[in-house]
């Protein structure tokens, strides 16, 4: 099944702190006052950790930005068109709010033009997950991926997007709010996880009826040109359902369904990660292919950094931030990772598939 696009009205961007910490409203008060910004948190009850969750805060500790990209220079020619048949094949890593970083990738590659509008012709444009949170304007984000993708599909090619586990995260905090949810470790809640993953009040006050509609029809899983096209570096996709279609269509219906703790579940097993790094991680990603179909897995979700153990002090002392050129392949050359940690002074990926030898 490939998920459609929605197209709404444009909303005029409000601009915010670029610090990339945890705001200050989520230490306000709360069980989870003393918490701070950690990467893809589920939060606790207490001291106790759900079984086989990962990252903790410690994992994925969140470096200061340097300045931010300019995005003033000269858009690249748009991407070259083959002669016959589909348009080149690109992917998008995690956006998470910056605007301004993803316009400026989408020019670089030629793909919008110096108006921010599509320029790429047939060319395909995938979207890898998790348009908001931690960054200044996320809902800015869905608004410039949902115009395009009308753009683009008038220009005969096309601009889609996966479900990432902020997705979910922002979908539950809109519906259920502060309504408890079974966590396999007490007591939680989607609002309180959405604050501690980094939730802006700006998006939320921000946040419309049309971007509820076209998140909560978001697909999962996607095969494109043998790229099995995924989320988050987890095997839980098999949890879903054997086929593209089955693991795509259980997710929306669990979404129709509207049950807080079964959305939680399905957050929760969206957050976890590093599932094909390490012993046995090419394994993990075979098992996933060997059942959806294509010849490598390209995800988003665990920044490129943290694959690689190039992480900053937990204090902050390193504030250089990582250093990412381009997308991570590993797991024995099945694995792209697409995530550049641009919440992180990483970079905002923007790739055109097949990667060259």
Same mark, same amino acid.
């Given at each position: ?7 709404? #009205?444009?909303?005029?961007? @409000? ?5 990339? /910490? ?33 990252? @903790? =805060?410690?994992? *994925?500790?969140?470096?200061? !930005? ?15 068109? #083959? ?7 690109? $992917? ?18 030629? *793909? ?5 509008? &599509?320029?790429?012709?047939?060319? !395909?444009? &995938? ?6 949170? !931690? ?22 090619? %096309?601009?889609?997007? *996966? ?31 959405? +604050? ?17 509609? &076209? ?5 999962? $899983? ?5 790229? *099995? ?10 949890? %879903?359902? /054997? ?9 929306? =219906?669990? +979404? ?5 703790? =079964? ?22 990603? !075979? ?8 010849? /490598?897995? $390209? ?43 641009? @919440? ?14």
């Amino acid at each position: 099944m490939t998920q459609g696009a929605g197209q709404g #009205p444009e909303v005029e961007r @409000t601009a915010t702190l670029r610090d990339f /910490r945890v705001p200050a409203y989520v230490h306000e008060t709360g069980p989870y006052a003393d918490s701070t910004h950690p990467g893809d948190v589920v939060p606790p009850h207490e001291e106790a950790v759900p079984e086989g969750y990962t990252p @903790t =805060e410690r994992d *994925l500790p969140v470096i200061h !930005r340097g300045d931010a990209p300019q995005t003033g220079a000269e858009p690249a020619a748009p991407a070259t068109q #083959p002669a016959t048949g589909p348009g080149p094949l690109y $992917v998008v890593g995690d956006v998470h709010g910056y605007l301004d970083e993803l316009v400026a990738a989408l020019q670089e590659q030629g *793909l919008i033009d110096a108006d921010g509008q &599509w320029c790429a012709g047939t060319t !395909r444009l &995938w979207f890898l997950g998790d348009f908001t949170d !931690r960054g200044p304007d996320g809902i800015g984000v869905i608004d410039l991926v949902m115009r395009l993708s009308a753009e683009a599909a008038a220009a005969g090619g %096309y601009c889609k997007a *996966l479900m990432g586990n902020h997705e979910l995260l922002l979908l539950g905090a809109k519906r259920f709010g502060d309504t408890p949810v079974n966590s396999g470790a007490g007591t939680a809640t989607f609002q309180a996880a959405w +604050l501690l993953n980094g939730g802006q009040k700006t998006d939320m006050d921000r946040l419309q009826d049309h971007h509820l509609q &076209w998140m909560a029809r978001l697909d999962a $899983v996607e095969e494109v040109d043998g790229h *099995l096209l995924v989320h988050s570096d987890t095997t839980a996709y098999l949890d %879903y359902g /054997r086929s593209i279609e089955e693991v795509n269509d259980t997710i929306h =219906e669990t +979404l129709t369904r509207n049950d807080a703790d =079964e959305v939680w579940d399905l957050f929760r097993k969206f957050t976890k990660r590093f599932s094909f790094r390490d012993e046995g991680g090419a394994d993990a990603v !075979r098992s996933l292919l060997d059942t959806y179909g294509g010849t /490598r897995i $390209v995800h988003g979700h665990s920044p490129i950094p943290y694959l690689l153990g190039e992480v900053g002090s937990e204090d902050g002392e390193d504030e250089s931030g990582p250093v990412v050129d381009g997308p991570h392949v590993y797991a024995d050359g099945l694995a792209i990772a697409m995530d550049g940690g641009v @919440t992180m002074a990483g970079k905002l990926l923007v790739q055109q598939l097949p990667l060259a030898d």
